[in-house]
C-alpha cells in the first residue's frame, strides 16, 4: 500500500462545508430565538443578520464562499459555477436583505429602528394595511443585490446537487453493491 502525503484533506473540506450549509439554518435560529427572547422561527435566514446572528451568519456564508472560490468540480462548468457561487455566497453576507418592521412589531421583538432607511412601503389591498421594510444599510440596492446573489447560489447549488446525483446513479449502475455510496 503507497502513501501518499497529501497537503488537503477534500473529505474533511466537504465534511466542513456540508456542516456548515446544513447547520446555518439551525444556528442563526437559535441566535434568532435567544435574541427575540421567544421560540418563533424568524422569517428568512437572512433576516437573522439583523436579529442577533449577524456574525455568525456571516461568517459562515464567507466560509461558504471561500470554499466554493477553491472547488475545482468535475469539469468546466462545474469550476466555473463554484468560482461565481463562491462570489454569490460572499455578496449576500456583505449586503443584508431588508426588515419587515410590520413582522418585528407583530412578533414584539425588540429592533432599533433607529438605523433604518424606510425602503419601501407597499400597500397590502387584501388586508388594507401597509407593508413598511426597513434597510440598515446606506445603500439602497443592498437588498436587491442580496436577494439576487442568494437566488443565483441556491441555482446553482441545486446543479451541483443534480450533478452528484447523476454521478451516484451512474455508479451505482455499474456497481450497485457499493454500500458507502448508497449511505452518502
Known amino acids: 500500500m503507497q502513501h501518499t502525503n497529501k497537503e488537503i484533506n477534500y473529505r474533511a473540506l466537504r465534511l466542513i462545508v456540508g456542516i456548515i450549509a ?4 439551525t444556528f442563526t435560529s437559535i441566535l434568532f430565538a435567544i435574541h427575540a427572547g421567544k421560540s418563533i422561527i424568524p422569517t428568512s435566514i437572512s433576516v437573522t443578520y439583523h436579529l442577533g446572528a449577524r456574525d455568525f451568519f456571516v461568517g459562515s456564508m464567507f ?8 472547488y475545482n468540480g468535475f469539469d468546466r462548468i462545474e469550476k ?7 462570489v454569490f455566497a460572499i455578496l449576500v453576507a456583505i449586503f443584508p436583505t431588508t426588515v419587515n418592521l410590520n413582522w418585528i412589531s407583530a412578533e414584539g421583538i425588540l429592533f432599533d429602528t433607529g438605523i433604518c432607511q424606510i425602503l ?3 400597500e397590502d389591498t387584501e388586508s388594507q ?13 443592498a437588498p436587491y443585490i442580496h436577494g439576487v446573489s442568494a437566488v443565483l447560489l441556491i441555482f446553482i447549488l441545486y446543479y451541483f446537487c443534480r450533478g452528484f446525483a447523476k454521478r451516484v446513479k451512474e455508479k451505482l449502475e455499474k456497481s450497485p453493491l457499493m454500500k458507502k455510496l448508497r449511505v452518502r
Open 22 to 25: 446544513v447547520s446555518i439554518a
Open 63 to 70: 466560509a461558504v464562499g471561500a470554499f466554493l472560490i477553491a
Open 80 to 86: 466555473v459555477l463554484a468560482k461565481f457561487a463562491g
Open 120 to 122: 419601501s412601503v407597499a
Open 129 to 141: 394595511s401597509k407593508t413598511t421594510k426597513c434597510n440598515t444599510t446606506n445603500m439602497k440596492l
